[in-house]
């Protein structure tokens, strides 16, 4: 059985960082991974993705230049560093696995196990 744990989510103030890790347990592949986000009442979104060797990334154009995903190779573990938060990054985020191992892939249908989530506040 996968299974996915995020953690470092939490409160910062506008303008802060914060850095989130997930860790892929249970599994044989090399997964591609990514990272979603889902603010109240809205659908759950695209934020930033990688191959599994770690070389390869994609981002949401809400988030480019402030968030960075990394991985390292072979190792299924994700690291999203967040940095000039804005209130409307609130979200819970959820890491992701895919065992599309080509290409970051940017679409919910296309990953194969999620975490549970993780809280991520921004006040203002």
């Known amino acids: 059985q996968v299974t996915l744990k995020e953690s470092g989510g939490g409160l910062v103030q506008a303008g802060g960082s914060l850095r989130l890790s997930c860790e892929v347990s249970?599994?044989?592949?090399?997964?591609?991974m990514g990272w979603f986000r889902q603010g109240s009442g809205k659908e759950r979104e695209f934020v930033a993705a990688i191959d599994w060797r770690g070389s390869t990334t994609r981002y949401a154009d809400s988030v480019k230049a402030r968030f960075t995903i990394s991985k390292e190779s072979a190792v299924n573990t994700v690291d999203l560093q967040m940095s000039s938060l804005k209130p409307e990054d609130t979200a819970t985020y959820y890491c992701?696995?895919?065992?599309?191992?080509?290409?970051?892939?940017?679409?919910?249908?296309?990953?194969?196990?999620w975490g549970q989530g993780t809280q991520v506040t921004v006040s203002s």
């Open positions: 249970g599994g044989t592949f090399s997964y591609g």
């Open positions: 992701a696995a895919t065992e599309y191992v080509k290409d970051p892939r940017t679409g919910v249908h296309e990953y194969h196990y």
